[in-house]
Structure formats: C-alpha cells, structure tokens
Nanobody, 123 residues
Framework: QVQLVESGGGLVQPGGSLRLSCAAS????????IGWFRQAPGKEREGVSC????????YYADSVKGRFTISRDNNKNTVYLQMNSLKPEDTAVYYC????????????????WGQGTQVTVSS
C-alpha cells in the first residue's frame, strides 16, 4: 500500500538547479523519516539526504552539504530535494525511500522505494 513517486529530474548544466519531489501515499509522512538516495551508472546506491519526522532533523552527505536542501510538506505528503550548484558528479537516478513507520533517519529500514527520477548534469 505504500507508494512513492519521484519527479522533477532532468538535464541541467553544471551550476544549475533542480527541485525533486517525492509524493507519498499509503502512510502518514508526518510520522516517519524519509530519505533521498542516488545511484550512478556502475556505482552502488548512496545516501544523499534524510529528514526525520516531527523535529525535522536533517542529514546530508558530505558531497552535497551546502548545495542540497531537503524539506517536507506534511499536508501534501510530499518531500523535496532542492539541488543547487549541480556538478557532473551529481548525475544519477535519484530515489526517495522510507519504511513508512520509523520516525528517525538512522533507524529507518527504507523498505519502500520509488521508481526514481533521472538527474543528468552535463554541458
């Protein structure tokens, strides 16, 4: 019953910006942590960012700190990833993920995943 649908990806030049969205259904987003992950060709999946429920504590990979911002709109059951100053190494398929239950990023099992949205940063 849990469903996650990512959108907002595309082709941008280095230094450009994109805003990714993850529409959640089948659970109450306000009660759970949700994270963004990415997978580049030939590489394993890596964590990008996460936001906890209620207190809104956020986490970022060192590679994106200062450039990416995660946020949520609980009324819309949607999380966002604002990506600025994009670099070619940001090119990947971006996924949102959650278990739909656990409120803390560090303890979430991330059982459910969206289909992903492609982000390509190239000149």
């Amino acid at each position: 019953q849990v469903q996650l649908v990512e959108s907002g990806g595309g082709l941008v030049q280095p230094g450009g910006s994109l805003r990714l969205s993850c529409a959640a259904s089948g659970f109450t987003l306000a009660n759970t942590a949700i994270g963004w992950f990415r997978q580049a060709p030939g590489k394993e999946r890596e964590g990008v960012s996460c936001i906890s429920s209620s207190d809104g504590i956020t986490y970022y990979a060192d590679s994106v700190k200062g450039r990416f911002t995660i946020s949520r709109d609980n009324n819309k059951n949607t999380v966002y990833l604002q990506m600025n100053s994009l670099k070619p190494e940001d090119t990947a398929v971006y996924y949102c993920a959650t278990d739909g239950v656990v409120p803390d990023c560090e303890d979430n099992d991330y059982d459910y995943w969206g289909q992903g949205t492609q982000v390509t940063v190239s000149s």
